[in-house]
C-alpha cells in the first residue's frame, strides 16, 4: 500500500522539478550555504544601500526604499529634498544591524535584521536608547525588518517591514532596467532576487503548484514529515535525559521550544509564590532556549503574587559584579513580569546542523556539564547566602 503511495508522489515531484527553474538552475548564495544567515542579507542590503559602493547603482536602491517606507507609512519628511547621496551606512555600528545617517538632512535610519530569529532580550529597546542618545536632534526612523512581517515587540516605535517589498524593489530596478551596471552586478542582484524567491519570501506559483500536490497526495507527504529527522526534538530528548540523570535537579513545565529546570537546593530555599508563569509557581529558574538558530542557557527570575520576585531581583541585580548576572538591570527591568538576568550560548547554528546524533549528544553533554560546573552550582551558592542571610 505505502509503496504504491510513494510511488504515485514521486512520479509527480519529478514532474514538477523538470519544469520548473526553482530546481535546477544554479544559485550561488545556495552554493554558499549562506541563504538564511542574517548576516549575509545584512552585508548585501549595506552594499545596495550605500550610494558610493561598486555596484553603480548609486543613490538608486536607497530612494527607492526610503520612498518606500514614505509611502507605506507616510513620513512625509523623506520625500521633501532629501540628499540620498549622502547617506553613510553602517554595519554592527553597537551591534545594529543597519544604520544609514545623513547628517545634511539629520536624518537616521535604524533597521534591524530578523531571518528565521527572534529578538534578544529587550534588544529593541537598547538599539532605541543608543540612537536615540546619539543623535538627539535627528527625525528617526525605526524598522523592524524580517521574511513576513513579524511584529516587534515595540509597536510604538519599530516599523513592520518585510523582505517581499525588498524584492519588489530589487526585481524593479532589474525588470525596469532602471539601473546600468555592469553584468557581474546584474548577475549578482538577479541571484540574490532568486534567493529572496526561493528561500525567504516564496514563490506563489510554485506554492500554487505545492498546494495542490499536497492535497493529491496528503497522506503521504504526512507521513514522511512524521519520519524526517528533526535536530530540534534530538536535542530535546537529550537535554531532557540529561537532566533527569542528575540528582540535584527538579525539572518544571517545559516544551520543545523552552526547557525550564532549577537544584534541589534552590527549590527548598526560593519561594514558590509565583503566577501567571509555571504551574509550579517557582519565581526563579533556569531556561534552556532550543531554538531554530541557538541553545541557550538563561537565568530567570519570573512573577509573583507577593513582592518576594522584586526582593530576589533587586539581589541579583546588586550583585552584578559576580559576573553571574550580566544581563540584570534595576532600572530597566524594574515592572517587567519575567526579568532574564543572564544568557549563556551552549550551541550555535554550525553544531545543530550535525545530523551523527551521538556526536551531537556529546556536544551537549559537555556543554552542560560546563554550565553546571562553572556557572549554575555558582549560582546556587550565591542565591542560597542570600535566604540564609550568610
Known sequence: ????????????????????????????????????????????????????????????????????????????????GIAFSGFEVRREWKNIDLLLISQRDKVVLTIENKIWSSEFDHQLEKYKRIVNQNFGEYKKIFVFLSPFGTPPSDMDYWLIYDYSRVLVILEELIENNRINVSDDVRMFILHYIENLRRNIVGDEKLREQCIEIYSKHKRAIDLIIDNLPNNRNVIQRIIN?????????????????????TTRVLDGLVPADGSGWTKTGRIFLFEIENFEHHVKLKTVVGPSLTGSRDILHEYICNNKASGLFQDADLEEQSGKKWSHVNGIELIDRSPTDIYDEGLLENIIITKLDVAFDEYILKVEKMISRFYKNE
Open 1 to 80: 500500500m505505502y509503496d504504491k503511495m510513494f510511488q504515485s508522489l514521486a512520479k509527480e515531484l519529478d514532474t514538477l522539478e523538470s519544469h520548473n527553474i526553482f530546481f535546477n538552475t544554479f544559485n550561488i548564495f545556495e552554493t554558499l550555504g549562506v541563504v538564511n544567515a542574517e548576516i549575509r542579507h545584512s552585508n548585501v542590503l549595506a552594499w545596495l544601500l550605500d550610494s558610493s559602493e561598486t555596484h553603480g547603482l548609486e543613490e538608486v536602491f536607497v530612494k527607492l526604499l526610503l520612498n518606500d517606507f514614505a509611502n507605506v507609512y507616510d513620513y512625509k519628511f523623506l520625500a521633501q
Open 241 to 261: 535525559n540529561y537532566l533527569s540523570n542528575r540528582a540535584n535537579v527538579v525539572k518544571d513545565d517545559s516544551g520543545k521550544t523552552r526547557i525550564r529546570f
